[in-house]
Structure formats: structure tokens, C-alpha cells
């Protein structure tokens, strides 16, 4: 099934329920084996140690949660896709995955040492909600990483690679996937998001400080970063 850019919360869900289980293989083909390396970078970015608390949102099948676990970080899985979260519990029970809307988290306020998002947040109803449930789940002091798709900054390569978005996209997804539709409805999301400057005002005008963004692989992805502004009261001085 196809979802449409308006986002609405049932019917993302159960586009993502619907490709859950060859989701993780589909992604790696697509991106030419580059969504790995986007992750690594993202989970360098958020700088957890081990005995923080980390939510990761629009986690799936908890493939980008996996690195947090290795590393001794309590993470938390979190997805509105039950199917997702389906799929990954078989596969890691021991990983805390937790169904949740991005717009109205399930978690009390500064319950996290750090939040990331990768590939997830380009697909909620309300961006502006989202980012300021983040920072409100998020304690004093506390970190944002989102990691999503953006703007080529080569106006060659960008033609180039939007032309790979509408067209090759699907065709590629349709040999990997039983439903290329909703790869459809990705690329067109992925063309309608704000590119790195415009996101970066989203963050700031939700109430992240310190906001900054790095491209990877010419801007395809870009990500982002911000702190929750105020003092951590667990820390001295």
C-alpha cells in the first residue's frame, strides 16, 4: 500500500507493518550499502556512554538500536509501526522496544540522556509536535541527533540524484520488495522535506540550542544536532 503526504498516522503505519519484514534488506539495496555507514555516523554523533538512557525513535526493527546495546547504552526502541516492532522483538527480545507516536511520547519528561531519529522523522504528522516532544522527554543538558534525508548542495548531482528518487527508486525497490508502491509515497517524501537550513530553524524554533547540521555522502542525508538548554541537576556546579 501507498501512503499519502499527508501523513496520516494509520494509514504510515500500516504501509510500514506492510513492508516490515524485507524493510532492513530493501533499505540496504536502495542505498547501495550507504544506510549503514549513515547509521555508524549517527550513533558517533549522539556520543552515548555506557549507563545512559537513549530513545530511539522510528527505531523499526531496531537495526539502529543494535549499536547502542553493543556499547552498553540502555536504548529504547520506539516505532509506531507495530509490525516493525514485530519483526525486531523476534529477532533481539532482550531490546526494550516500546510503541509509540512520535507526537505524543510515552515517556516522562527528561527521561533520556540523548533522543536520535534516523529516516523517520520526514514521515510524522506534525514535525514541529515531534521535535518538541523530544525535547521534552529529553533531560537538561541533553541531546538531539536526527538523521534524515536532505538537498545534494551540487545542483548537478541533486538533479541527478531526484531523477534516481521518481524513477529508479521504485523500479529497484519493485525487484526487492512486494509492495514498491510504498517506496513511492518514501521518495516523494524524501523530495517534500526541508532542506538542512530550513530544518535547522524547525529545531531551533522548538526549543533545541546549539543547533548544527553535517552533510554526508554530498548532502544526500544530512544530520542534524541540537541540546536541550537548561542545567542537568544530576551534575555539580
Not at 24 to 31: A, G, K, P, Q, R
Not at 74 to 100: E, N, W
Not at 134 to 143: C, E, F, I, K, Y
Request: charged share 25%; proline share 5%; aromatic share 8%.
Amino acid at each position: 500500500m501507498r501512503a499519502s503526504l499527508e501523513k496520516r498516522p494509520g494509514e504510515v503505519a500500516a504501509m510500514f507493518d506492510a513492508i516490515a519484514h524485507r524493510y532492513d534488506l530493501t533499505n540496504d539495496v536502495i542505498s547501495l550499502g550507504q544506510d549503514r555507514r549513515w547509521r555508524t555516523a549517527t550513533v558517533e554523533a549522539v556520543g552515548a556512554r555506557p549507563g545512559e538512557v537513549v530513545l530511539d525513535l522510528a527505531a523499526g526493527t531496531g537495526t539502529s538500536s543494535e549499536p547502542f546495546d553493543a556499547a552498553g547504552v540502555h536504548v529504547v526502541p520506539c516505532d509506531f509501526s507495530v509490525g516493525m516492532l514485530a519483526v525486531g522483538k523476534r529477532r533481539r527480545p532482550d531490546l526494550a522496544f516500546t510503541a509509540g507516536d512520535a507526537t505524543r511520547l510515552p515517556f516522562a519528561d527528561g527521561s533520556f540522556d540523548a533522543v536520535t531519529i534516523s529516516f523517520g522523522l520526514r514521515n510524522v504528522v506534525d514535525t514541529r509536535a515531534a521535535l518538541a516532544e523530544m525535547l521534552r522527554v529529553t533531560r537538561p543538558g541533553g541531546r538531539l541527533v536526527v538523521t534524515e534525508f536532505s538537498r545534494p548542495t551540487d545542483l548537478v548531482f541533486r538533479t541527478v540524484y531526484t531523477e534516481y528518487l521518481m524513477r529508479a527508486l521504485p523500479a529497484v525497490a519493485r525487484a526487492v520488495s512486494r509492495d514498491p508502491d510504498a517506496y513511492v509515497y518514501l521518495a516523494e517524501s524524501i523530495r517534500s522535506w526541508p532542506d538542512q537550513g530550513d530544518f535547522a530553524a524547525l529545531m531551533a524554533g522548538a526549543g533545541w540550542s546549539r543547533v548544527a547540521y553535517r552533510n554526508l555522502s554530498g548532502g544526500i542525508v544530512a544530520m542534524h544536532r541540537g541540546v536541550r538548554p537548561g542545567h542537568d541537576p544530576r551534575t555539580r556546579g
